[in-house]
């Protein structure tokens, strides 16, 4: 299946986050969202082939990166304290599949 | 993004009962998925729908893709104190791209 890492974080406002993700076996599609407590899941952006194929509606200091094993980053820079929620990490079979596979995510907490 | 509405917000039934929920939305939508959380984990697929008027079931769940394309439906049967979690239903049209949009979600608890 899916996973993350690491699982829980702590950071201080004004800091960078790197959060990883490997995506199930055969995926080469992932996606990225946000869920604050008490919501849905919001969608950050998508990667395809190296490439970001899609993005939500959130600022430049959210990046991602995707490598030939099919793994993936997200970045976070000038973290600021509504960032503070459950990062979750999505891989499908192909870039038209809507058919989303979770990881279990990684909790940030920023102080 | 796209707004979906889920209710009920939470429902508490008894072990046994039939459960009921559904998702609306001002937009049309190609897809519809259902998705069960955890407390502490991601989101787990339930069903995937991605016709107007289609059915599918599985297990004891079963839910449909309305015939408007603005809502989906999904229900419980005989529910166990294991279906307790957060139902989310989740859409795709080609507003969104690739994205998912998701509702709230419907907070289900279950008492034996």
């Known amino acids: 299946g899916v996973t993350q890492s690491p699982t829980h974080l702590i950071k201080t406002r004004g800091q960078q986050v790197t959060l990883r993700c490997s995506s199930q076996?055969?995926?080469?599609?992932v996606s990225w969202y946000q869920q604050a407590l008490g919501q849905g899941p919001q969608f950050i952006f998508q990667y395809y082939r190296e490439e970001e194929n899609g993005r939500g509606n959130f600022p430049p200091r959210f990046s991602g990166l995707q490598f030939p094993n099919d793994s993936s980053e997200l970045n976070v820079n000038a973290l600021e304290l509504d960032d503070s929620a459950l990062y979750l990490c999505?891989?499908?079979?192909?870039?038209?599949?809507?058919?989303?596979?979770f990881g279990p995510g990684t909790r940030l907490t920023v102080t | 993004g796209q707004q979906l509405n889920q209710s009920p917000q939470s429902m508490f039934i008894q072990e046994g009962e039939d459960v009921s929920m559904n998702c609306t939305s001002s937009?049309?939508?190609?897809?519809w998925l259902w998705y069960k959380q955890d407390p502490g984990e991601g989101p787990v697929l339930l069903i995937a729908?991605?016709?107007?008027?289609e059915l599918t079931s599985n297990g004891r769940l079963t839910a449909q893709f309305g015939i408007t394309r603005k809502d989906s439906f999904l229900n419980i049967s005989a529910s166990i104190p294991s279906d307790v979690g957060i139902y989310f239903c989740?859409?795709?049209?080609?507003?969104?791209?690739?994205?998912?949009?998701f509702g709230k979600g419907t907070s289900l608890l279950v008492t034996p």
């Open positions: 729908l991605y016709k107007a008027g």
């Open positions: 999505a891989s499908s079979a192909s870039e038209s599949s809507y058919e989303q596979y």
């Open positions: 937009s049309i939508f190609n897809t």
């Open positions: 076996s055969g995926h080469n599609t």
């Open positions: 989740a859409g795709q049209n080609s507003n969104s791209g690739y994205a998912l949009n």
